[in-house]
């Protein structure tokens, strides 16, 4: 389980970032930022906080919410950040990825002197000294939380995508290659928010103008 064993390694304030979203073939990437500023939080997220990928749909929404309550008593900063898929094709999906951890980072509304990254690359150009966490969100609570606040909210902005675009069953599939998803794209095409850079949609567009 994740704890404060590795924000105790330095001193100061201590921003936790991770992502979500790398993967898919459509949707932006979003990244989530946190800083615990009151460790004395409830015990549903002290208890509950891990990597969002172990956790149910349910139990994230559930996390989420109390850290945004979390927020409103002044225990926690939340910031989100995304980068669209046109910025994906432009920049490819690690830097975009890391325009949307900047982003994220920027929206916090305080400036911790150390942001703890989720994995083993290191975006440049940092607005603060950055370190590199493997698997952090199963390690680091800050990042632990801030991978919840990724996956859900870009969850969220996925389903709201679906009711404009019906036919890719993005509700479910968060923008991933499914079968729903292909069969949506062989029959309606693409769509402005899917990833023209991802060789399953360039293999796609090539189909449609053969």
Same mark, same amino acid.
């Given at each position: 389980?994740?704890?404060? +064993?590795?924000?105790?390694?330095?001193?100061?304030?201590?921003?936790?970032?991770?992502?979500?979203?790398?993967?898919?073939?459509?949707?932006?990437?979003?990244?989530?930022?946190?800083?615990?500023?009151?460790?004395?939080?409830?015990?549903?997220?002290?208890?509950?906080?891990?990597?969002?990928?172990? +956790?149910?749909?349910?139990?994230?929404?559930?996390?989420?919410?109390?850290?945004?309550?979390? /927020?409103?008593?002044?225990?926690?900063?939340?910031?989100?950040? /995304?980068? @669209?898929?046109?910025?994906?094709?432009?920049?490819?999906?690690?830097?975009?990825?890391?325009?949307?951890?900047?982003?994220?980072?920027?929206?916090?509304?305080?400036?911790?002197?150390?942001?703890?990254?989720?994995?083993?690359?290191?975006?440049? #150009?940092?607005?603060?000294?950055?370190?590199?966490?493997?698997?952090?969100?199963?390690? @680091?609570?800050? =990042?632990?939380?801030? @991978?919840?606040?990724?996956?859900?909210?870009?969850?969220?902005?996925?389903? #709201? +995508?679906?009711?404009?675009?019906?036919?890719?069953?993005?509700?479910?599939?968060?923008?991933?290659?499914?079968?729903? %998803? =292909?069969?949506?794209?062989?029959? %309606?095409?693409?769509?402005?928010? %899917?990833?023209?850079?991802?060789?399953? =949609? /360039?293999?796609?567009?090539?189909?449609?103008?053969?």
């Amino acid at each position: 389980m994740p704890d404060f +064993l590795i924000e105790d390694t330095f001193s100061g304030m201590v921003a936790g970032i991770d992502e979500a979203g790398r993967g898919p073939w459509a949707g932006p990437v979003v990244a989530g930022a946190v800083v615990v500023l009151d460790r004395n939080l409830d015990p549903v997220l002290l208890n509950g906080l891990d990597d969002s990928k172990k +956790l149910s749909a349910k139990k994230r929404e559930q996390l989420y919410e109390r850290l945004f309550e979390a /927020q409103e008593k002044g225990q926690v900063a939340l910031g989100i950040g /995304q980068a @669209s898929a046109q910025e994906i094709d432009e920049l490819n999906i690690l830097q975009a990825t890391f325009v949307a951890m900047k982003r994220a980072f920027a929206a916090l509304g305080v400036k911790p002197q150390i942001a703890l990254i989720d994995g083993n690359q290191k975006p440049k #150009d940092f607005p603060c000294p950055t370190q590199t966490v493997v698997k952090g969100d199963a390690r @680091s609570l800050s =990042i632990a939380a801030a @991978s919840i606040v990724a996956k859900v909210y870009r969850d969220r902005l996925m389903a #709201d +995508l679906a009711q404009k675009y019906p036919y890719y069953g993005f509700e479910k599939n968060a923008g991933y290659g499914t079968k729903a %998803h =292909i069969e949506g794209l062989k029959l %309606h095409g693409i769509i402005p928010e %899917h990833r023209k850079s991802y060789r399953p =949609i /360039q293999e796609i567009m090539l189909e449609k103008s053969a």
